[in-house]
């Protein structure tokens, strides 16, 4: 099954075939000018009045324009976040600053429970460069919600702060299905951010690349997930 690749307020389907394993093993296995290692200084997550708060600090071995490329890159937030199954992008314009509407539809596993999950999200960025995000409830399967990234160049690795807060408006079991969110928070946290790592080192190796003996080992699919077409 092809991906679908969307226009702006078009869907983009992601086939649950498609090569995120791919993606997130090339940089390990092929590319060696850099290696994966990021370091994370800080990582907490909990719960306050069914508020669930996340914070993160790590320092990503990959150069801060890199990592940016591939936070910004809404279109596919599948490929580091593996639970997103479809992606819908609009233009919006808050106070004429030019932002983005971004909805995905996730699929959750939550211990036994197994469930789907809509979230929409504005996103602009501030003089800075800092990403902030505000959920839409009205839109979303949660109550509220807002986060915020900062990226900073470390020489050639990149300083990272995520922090957010979401209510949730589905759900969760009593008693145990807080210790569950949290923990499963905190992995996939950590997952999407060594994702977010491998993307922006095989972006940067693709740039970097000087002739083509690399990527001619490379098979399709896996030429596809780095150098993706729009």
């Known amino acids: 099954m092809a991906l679908r690749l969307s226009q702006e307020g078009d869907r983009l ?44 600090v790590a320092l990503l071995n990959a150069p801060a324009d890199y990592v940016r490329n591939v936070i910004t890159d809404y279109k596919h937030a ?14 919006f314009d808050h106070n004429h600053n030019k932002g983005v509407r971004v909805r995905n539809l996730s699929e959750q596993r939550v211990g036994p429970f197994c469930f789907e999950i809509n979230w929409v999200g504005d996103i602009l960025e501030d003089r800075e460069g800092d990403i902030k995000i505000k959920t839409v409830p ?27 807060r979401l209510k949730p408006d589905f759900f969760i079991p009593p008693v145990i299905g807080d210790t569950i969110m949290i923990n499963k928070m905190k992995t996939d946290t950590l997952a999407t951010f060594k ?15 000087t002739d083509t003996e690399l990527l001619n080992r490379l098979s399709k699919e896996e030429r596809d997930c780095i150098n993706p077409e729009s």
């Open 13 to 56: 389907l992601v086939p649950r075939s498609s090569a995120i394993s791919a993606c997130a093993l090339i940089a390990l296995s092929l590319f060696s000018t850099i290696s994966t290692a990021a370091k994370f200084e800080e990582l907490s997550v909990n719960e306050v009045n069914g508020e669930y708060r996340l914070r993160i």
């Open 78 to 91: 599948y490929r580091i976040n593996p639970s997103v199954i479809e992606v819908e992008i609009l233009p």
């Open 138 to 164: 009205e839109l979303s399967s949660f109550k509220s919600g807002s986060a915020i990234w900062e990226i900073r160049p470390r020489g050639e690795r990149t300083w990272v702060l995520h922090e957010s």
């Open 195 to 209: 994702r977010i790592e491998c993307q922006a080192i095989a972006m940067f190796e693709r740039d970097m690349e």
